[in-house]
């Protein structure tokens, strides 16, 4: 009887720690798509392609925390460094084949912004993407870059195709209103083929909003 009672009190407790633990405790919660983060260092001794490397990719948002709390932030980075987020499979450059027809949406930051709004506006935008915040156009988003700069940092959206006009514009006041950027401030999207055939050292806004 001893024997049985150990038994029965044994499995009764196995049961009550299956009880206890939350399913949420052990399954990840996994992301529309595969994302790859990505670390690019200003070396002028190297290749460009040299200084970009990948950190690693995920495609769960308990992944997604783990990388984002252990990387340095946006606003700590050297001069001249970059930060990129794009779907797996695609490299943060025009020349990828699924950058090459698009363009990116950029938001323009002076140094003070360094400090007080870069690292929300990365934040935001990394979590824009990996939530598919911008709903049924989420096929047409590559990913994002944040680029530190003497001269002024720069926060890029970058979409798979800038002749799609009316897409290009939703996606781009979807990102203004989650970075609730002033309506008086206007954001600009350039094409990558007009960056890369730039006669000044800016190249124009196909669309602004």
């Known amino acids: 009887m001893a024997s049985g009672d150990s038994e029965t009190k044994e499995e009764t407790g196995q049961e009550e720690d299956q009880q206890i633990v939350s399913p949420d405790q052990y399954i990840k919660h996994p992301l529309h798509n595969r994302w790859a983060m990505w670390f690019f260092k200003n070396d002028k001794s190297k290749e460009w392609t040299a200084n970009l490397k990948l950190i690693t990719s995920f495609d769960t948002v308990e992944d997604f925390w783990g990388l984002y709390n252990h990387i340095q932030k946006a606003s700590r980075l050297s001069s001249g460094c970059d930060y990129s987020l794009f779907k797996d499979g695609i490299q943060p450059m025009w ?8 363009g990116r949406w950029l938001v323009n930051l002076n140094k003070n912004q360094r400090q007080t709004e870069l690292d929300n506006f990365w934040l935001e935008t990394l979590l824009c993407l990996i939530g598919e915040a911008f ?6 988003i590559c990913g994002a870059t944040i680029n530190i700069r003497n001269k002024g940092d720069k926060l890029g959206l970058w979409t798979r195709d ?30 990558h083929s007009d960056t890369a055939t730039k006669a000044g050292s800016t190249a124009r806004d196909r669309y602004r909003v």
């Open 95 to 102: 020349e990828d084949a699924s950058n090459k027809n698009g």
């Open 135 to 140: 709903d049924d156009l989420t096929d047409d």
């Open 162 to 191: 800038a002749r799609r006009g009316d897409a290009t514009v939703k996606i781009g006041q979807k990102l203004k209103e989650r970075l609730k950027i002033p309506p008086k401030i206007m954001i600009g999207f350039q094409a």
